[in-house]
């Protein structure tokens, strides 16, 4: 091609241009391929070891999966038993086929980490997140869970209210400890900020040691501590450890 155009300069596209190309092409077909292995892989599931494990899938214009979501016989077991707590998170676009994994999770009466379903999206938005969690209901007999947990992402929650409204929404420890080390990186801010998140203060108390938070690390600006609190109702222990069971989570 190159001979018969005279050199790269009279091809319109550099060679770069050509390898990304032919890179999305292979990763199209490696998606294609893997798609129809996976569905292969749960009809036979279903026919010959579990036939009551639960599987849907979506897909686009063009034939192509854009969202999966699967729960075997012991998942859906574990859930009509231990419904009390979802805790649903997402990691984004971490595997080879660029899509968020999703996750259902939740506990049993051990404390010992139990899975409700999983699932691969197009995408995190509304519509891919409305899509999975009504398909959830759907395998699980239309069971809303009575604390949904998550990462305190705004189209998860935005799905959430619309597909689970008799469900309350919290926010996840584990994240908010995370991210209140990655943004103020103070080990001595983070350990005082647990306390708030798990104590049972009551809510004038809560109130009192936060202002004292502000003071002591002069946050008062903070554009992150000022997000934190504006969702206090979703995470921290005082505003409802009274009357909602949440598995800690």
Same mark, same amino acid.
């Given at each position: 091609?190159?001979?018969?155009?005279?050199?790269?300069?009279?091809?319109?596209?550099?060679?770069?241009?050509?390898?990304?190309?032919?890179?999305? +092409? !292979? #990763?199209?077909?490696?998606?294609?391929?893997?798609?129809? /292995?996976?569905?292969?892989?749960? &009809?036979?599931? $279903?026919?010959?070891?579990?036939?009551?494990?639960?599987?849907?899938?979506?897909?686009?214009?063009?034939?192509?999966?854009?969202?999966?979501?699967?729960?075997?016989?012991?998942?859906?077991?574990?859930?009509?038993?231990?419904?009390?707590?979802?805790?649903?998170?997402?990691?984004?676009?971490?595997?080879?086929?660029?899509?968020?994994?999703?996750?259902?999770?939740?506990?049993?009466?051990?404390?010992?980490?139990?899975?409700?379903?999983?699932?691969?999206?197009?995408?995190?938005?509304?519509?891919?997140?409305?899509?999975?969690?009504?398909?959830?209901?759907?395998? +699980? !007999? #239309?069971?809303?869970?009575?604390?949904?947990?998550?990462? /305190?992402?705004?189209?998860?929650? &935005?799905?959430? $209210?619309?597909?689970?409204?008799?469900?309350?929404?919290?926010?996840?420890?584990?994240?908010?400890?995370?991210?209140?080390?990655?943004?103020?990186?103070?080990?001595?801010?983070?350990?005082?900020?647990?306390?708030?998140?798990?104590?049972?203060?009551?809510?004038?108390?809560?109130?009192?040691?936060?202002?004292?938070?502000?003071?002591?690390?002069?946050?008062?600006?903070?554009?992150?501590?000022?997000?934190?609190?504006?969702?206090?109702?979703?995470?921290?222990?005082?505003?409802?450890?009274?009357?909602?069971?949440?598995?800690?989570?």
């Amino acid at each position: 091609m190159v001979q018969q155009a005279g050199g790269f300069e009279r091809l319109g596209f550099t060679q770069k241009d050509a390898y990304n190309k032919a890179a999305a +092409m !292979h #990763r199209a077909e490696t998606v294609e391929t893997d798609s129809e /292995g996976l569905l292969g892989y749960l &009809a036979s599931k $279903i026919d010959s070891i579990d036939q009551t494990l639960y599987a849907k899938y979506a897909i686009d214009e063009e034939d192509q999966l854009c969202h999966i979501f699967w729960s075997d016989s012991g998942c859906q077991r574990d859930y009509m038993c231990f419904s009390d707590v979802l805790a649903f998170d997402t990691t984004y676009r971490s595997n080879a086929f660029n899509k968020p994994l999703v996750m259902f999770v939740g506990v049993n009466n051990h404390f010992w980490t139990r899975v409700f379903g999983f699932a691969l999206l197009l995408n995190k938005k509304i519509e891919s997140y409305k899509w999975v969690l009504e398909t959830f209901l759907d395998c +699980m !007999h #239309r069971r809303q869970p009575a604390v949904v947990v998550t990462d /305190g992402d705004a189209a998860m929650k &935005a799905a959430i $209210i619309l597909c689970f409204p008799d469900s309350t929404h919290r926010l996840c420890g584990w994240h908010l400890s995370t991210n209140a080390t990655s943004n103020i990186k103070s080990p001595d801010f983070t350990k005082a900020f647990r306390k708030l998140l798990y104590n049972h203060y009551n809510i004038p108390q809560w109130y009192e040691r936060w202002d004292a938070l502000l003071d002591k690390f002069e946050l008062h600006d903070n554009a992150w501590a000022a997000t934190t609190y504006e969702q206090r109702f979703h995470w921290t222990e005082a505003f409802f450890w009274w009357n909602e069971y949440y598995a800690e989570l």
